[in-house]
Nanobody
Framework: QVQVVESGGRLVQAGGSLRLSCEVS????????MSWFRQAPGKEREFVAA????????HYINSLKGRFTISRDNAKNTVFLQMNSLNPENTAAYYC????????????????????WGQGPQVTVSS
């Protein structure tokens, strides 16, 4: 019933910018925080960014703070990830994840059990 549809992944040159979109249906969108995770080749999945239900609170991993921006448009049930100053280390499949779980002890987010995922568009940054 819940559908997560991401879009915007493509090949981009180093230093360039890209914006990913994620449209979610099957739930009351503004009841939930939203997040992005990514998985690079040979690496484990990691948290990228999260945003509260009304957009008033945003969290990022330190390595991306200042370059990536998460935002949402509740009228369109859509969350965005604006990525600037991209480098090859940002190459990964990026996944939109509704309702992430925040861990106060580690100051980190993880997906909940049986989380819903989209296709995970590939972002490839060339040198």
């Amino acid at each position: 019933q819940v559908q997560v549809v991401e879009s915007g992944g493509r090949l981009v040159q180093a230093g360039g910018s890209l914006r990913l979109s994620c449209e979610v249906s099957g739930l009351v969108f503004d009841d939930y925080g939203m997040s992005w995770f990514r998985q690079a080749p040979g690496k484990e999945r990691e948290f990228v960014a999260a945003i509260s239900w009304n957009g008033n609170s945003r969290h990022y991993i330190n390595s991306l703070k200042g370059r990536f921006t998460i935002s949402r448009d509740n009228a369109k049930n859509t969350v965005f990830l604006q990525m600037n100053s991209l480098n090859p280390e940002n190459t990964a499949a990026y996944y939109c994840n509704p309702n992430p779980q925040f861990h106060y002890d580690t100051n980190n987010y993880t997906p909940r059990k049986n989380a819903y995922w989209g296709q995970g568009p590939q972002v490839t940054v060339s040198s």
